[in-house]
């Protein structure tokens, strides 16, 4: 089984056969693992950053949605600024930073984006299963579910 087929949960053969209420509810309880092991990384690429005892830190944020899901990110942050800090700004603390430690944040930063990609990616894929186990529908769009709204669309199950 290759990577990309571990984090989906699915081979290509699978997906065929993908069918029934008990195999949405496996599928979405996947994603929400891969989200719950994801989070989990977060944490600790926040601790290590903190650990480092730079003027820059990843900070782990957590905030609950409407839809009633948790978005969970890894944001930058300079000692002493309350703010959020894109990671133009944690360059300009290089100087602040011992040379050898710049490639190390710059992985961090990498590391961060990926991991925030993948928690956006399997909470929403999550959620969308939700919606369509609770509703019999999709949201295309970010639309509501079972209507169509704004030029969204919502799509029926079958």
Same mark, same amino acid.
């Given at each position: 089984?290759?990577?990309?087929?571990?984090?989906?949960?699915?081979?290509?053969?699978?997906?065929?056969?993908?069918?029934?209420?008990?195999?949405?509810?496996?599928?979405?309880?996947?994603?929400?693992?891969?989200?719950?092991?994801?989070?989990?990384?977060?944490?600790?690429?926040?601790?290590?950053?903190?650990?480092?005892?730079?003027?820059?830190?990843?900070?782990?944020?957590?905030?609950?949605?409407?839809?009633?899901?948790?978005?969970? %990110?890894?944001?930058?942050?300079?000692?002493?600024?309350? %703010?959020?800090?894109?990671?133009?700004?944690? %360059?300009?603390?290089?100087?602040?930073?011992?040379?050898?430690?710049?490639?190390?944040?710059?992985?961090?930063?990498?590391?961060?984006?990926?991991?925030?990609?993948?928690?956006?990616?399997?909470?929403?894929?999550?959620?969308?299963?939700?919606?369509?186990?609770?509703?019999?529908?999709?949201?295309?769009?970010?639309?509501?579910?079972? %209507?169509?709204?704004?030029?969204?669309?919502?799509?029926?199950?079958?």
């Amino acid at each position: 089984m290759s990577v990309a087929e571990h984090v989906a949960g699915l081979r290509a053969s699978e997906l065929k056969q993908l069918s029934g209420r008990a195999a949405f509810r496996h599928l979405m309880h996947h994603h929400r693992h891969i989200v719950e092991l994801t989070a989990l990384e977060m944490h600790l690429l926040a601790r290590e950053t903190a650990a480092a005892d730079l003027p820059v830190t990843l900070k782990f944020f957590s905030e609950r949605l409407r839809s009633g899901a948790t978005r969970q %990110r890894l944001f930058w942050h300079i000692h002493g600024d309350a %703010r959020i800090a894109p990671f133009e700004r944690v %360059r300009s603390y290089f100087p602040k930073v011992p040379a050898p430690l710049h490639p190390y944040i710059e992985q961090c930063h990498i590391r961060a984006q990926e991991l925030n990609a993948i928690e956006a990616i399997f909470r929403y894929a999550a959620c969308q299963i939700e919606t369509y186990l609770k509703h019999g529908t999709v949201k295309l769009g970010g639309g509501a579910p079972a %209507r169509h709204r704004g030029g969204r669309q919502a799509v029926a199950a079958k």
